[in-house]
């Protein structure tokens, strides 16, 4: 939820799992690079579903893409005229009924289809496979993103208790906030929290229910600190005051 990192951010809590905005950012980013850049955006009727499609709206809007066409759960004919049929459902009401049913084919993505996310259990770069292999051999399944983004958070306090030297809480908070932080997290580079909401910089994998399709950022989207920052909010327009 992105209000957790602006609006009801707190100083002594650090978000490691990625926000909406950036998981809509980091699918934008593949679609404007591959030149799909007319969406058609079907989303559900709950609250989280109305988030994420206010995620894409603004991905739209930041990264260049159009919106042609928005229709609250079922597709319509609107979809033949577009790129890509967007789908923001996290309810998992319908989402799933959407790939190959739209009249015209398109490429779905959202909530199915091509979807963002902050681990993939296919993924096998950087070392993913020993993770993946060991999650497997002591759980019985593929690692998610909430494994993930559980594992991360627990590196993150050993790292910071070994180079604090010790288990105080506001030592080692002042050291996740330092320069001189820093993990390695199977994403291919290494990964820091953000000073102005203390979001953890990280990928965004793209894929479907089997394999990797990419990795954003992507190539081109550039950023004057870190192009991870080309995902969610930015500084310029936080609305985080840490408390």
Known sequence: DDSLREEECRANIFHT???RSMLADGLAQYLIWKQWRRW??????HERDQLFAEALRRAATRF????????????TGTARRTDVVLVADESEVFGTYVPFRTWTPRPVAGTAGLTPSAWHPASEQWGGTQIQNRFAKANGRRMVSKDMAAWTAVRILGEAATRTQGADPRK?????RSDDFSIAAFKGQKLTFRKWNQQLR??????????????????????????LDTLGVDE???KCVLK
Do not use: N, W
Not at 64 to 75: L, M, P, R, S, T
Not at 172 to 176: E, K, S, Y
Not at 202 to 227: A, K, N, W, Y
């Open 17 to 19: 799992i990625p926000t």
């Open 40 to 45: 058609v955006l079907i989303y559900g009727s």
């Open 64 to 75: 260049g893409g159009e919106i042609v066409g928005e229709k609250e759960f079922k597709d």
């Open 172 to 176: 080692m908070a002042d050291f996740i």
């Open 202 to 227: 990280q990928p965004i994998f793209l894929g479907d229910g089997r394999s990797v399709v990419s990795t954003s950022p992507q190539e081109g989207f550039l950023h004057q600190v870190s192009e």
């Open 236 to 238: 310029p327009e936080t």
